[in-house]
């Protein structure tokens, strides 16, 4: 999990100081195509939390959704419709969704692992006054 976040950091990085002229007709598709990628690493988060990554599937959905949005930004704009808000709007909806879901896991996790904590000191404690008085019983 790490990982990922450095590797989101480090390429947010290059792709700041690194100089790469595009048109502006071709910079629609781009950030149409880039928010669709991000939807997916967000939903491969999500499924590397809930314990259901699958590298096929996150894959397979990085390129396809991407290369679909892109190409309907598109068909849109050779028709004149703008198809675009179609991709904004699922692949929002589907970011912020998926980002409330690795907010909810993350607390969810804190809150087991603290409950399990909390077990843990009270058998511990139980333990420890069971072993005191076998040693009381035994003077």
Known sequence: MLIIFI??????????FMPMP??????L????????????????CKALLKKDYNSKIFISGFFFNSFLAMV??????????PLYY??????GTRLFTNISEIRRC?????????NIRIRNKKYLKR???RSLRKKQSRK
């Open 29 to 44: 598709y781009f950030s149409v195509g880039i928010f669709a990628a991000l939807d997916s690493v967000i939903g491969g």
């Open 106 to 114: 993350i607390i969810l996790n804190h809150e087991s692992e603290k």
């Open 72 to 81: 309907l930004a598109y068909v849109g704009d050779k028709l004149g419709l």
């Open 86 to 91: 179609a991709a904004i709007f699922v692949f």
């Open 22 to 27: 595009t048109s502006q007709a071709l910079a």
């Open 127 to 129: 333990l420890y006054v």
């Open 7 to 16: 590797a989101i950091i480090l390429g947010f990085i290059i792709g700041m």
